[in-house]
């Protein structure tokens, strides 16, 4: 079945550092690509997607392209602020069957400190 | 706000007492998930919908039985809580299969004591 693979954390930063969260997948076929962001006490929000090879998915400074060749999809910021302090999902989306299911990796802590 | 009301936002019950939890949208979308955050295991899905009175399993279905009977409700039941049920639970609500977003409800943190 599907599957996601995020590196563990938790991933703590000084501001202004460069952030990389690798992310990596199984899937059939041609799934959509999806970074989630949780802040402390709230839902998963999306921030950002890819959905065919190649493609670059970026908002608020978060970059990731879609690596059909490796499976990857790792997400990337110049210069992480406190303000990013949260837990961040990297989700697939299959194509296939009645449903098109959200599989998500276990997630990564970034913590960002002054 | 994407139009997603979870209820309730927390419930303590005891084991082996039924739990009904309710993902309400007004958004008229199609699809509608039920998931669970534990650590260490990130999100799980316990059941689907994919329209009214149309529902199938998910990877974590064991305990859990959900029902459709109009669009903007899902409701997740728990028969007979057990401990290993304390979780985060969280319903998603999607418009189209394939490369849209879902969106999440605020979770409702259920403990069973």
């Known amino acids: 079945g599907d599957s996601v693979t995020q590196m563990e954390g938790p991933v703590t930063l000084s501001e202004e550092a460069f952030l990389t969260i690798n992310c990596t997948y199984t899937?059939?076929?041609?799934?959509?690509l999806f970074w989630y962001v949780q802040y402390p006490g709230e839902g998963l929000q999306l921030l950002l997607k890819?959905?065919?090879?190649?493609d670059k998915g970026s908002n608020k400074g978060f970059e990731a392209t879609y690596r059909k060749e490796t499976t990857s999809f790792h997400l990337e910021k110049g210069s992480v602020q406190v303000s990013d302090s949260a837990v961040y999902f990297c989700a697939l989306s299959d194509q296939t069957g009645t449903a098109s299911k959200l599989t998500f990796g276990t997630g990564t802590r970034l913590q960002v400190t002054l | 706000d994407a139009g997603i009301t979870q209820s309730p936002r927390h419930k303590v019950t005891e084991t082996g007492t039924p739990v009904t939890l309710r993902c309400h949208q007004t958004?008229?979308?199609?699809?509608m998930y039920w998931y669970r955050q534990d650590p260490g295991h990130g999100l799980r899905l316990i059941h689907y919908s994919y329209g009214v009175k149309d529902t199938d399993k998910g990877e974590v279905s064991d305990g859990y039985s959900v029902s459709r009977s109009k669009t903007e409700d899902f409701l997740l039941t728990l028969e007979s809580a057990t401990s290993s049920q304390t979780s985060v639970y969280f319903c998603?609500?999607?418009?189209?299969?394939?490369?849209?977003?879902?969106?999440f409800g605020q979770g409702t943190r259920l403990t069973v004591v």
């Open positions: 998603a609500i999607r418009y189209d299969r394939g490369n849209t977003e879902a969106f």
């Open positions: 958004e008229n979308h199609r699809y």
């Open positions: 899937a059939t076929g041609y799934p959509s």
């Open positions: 890819a959905t065919k090879a190649d």
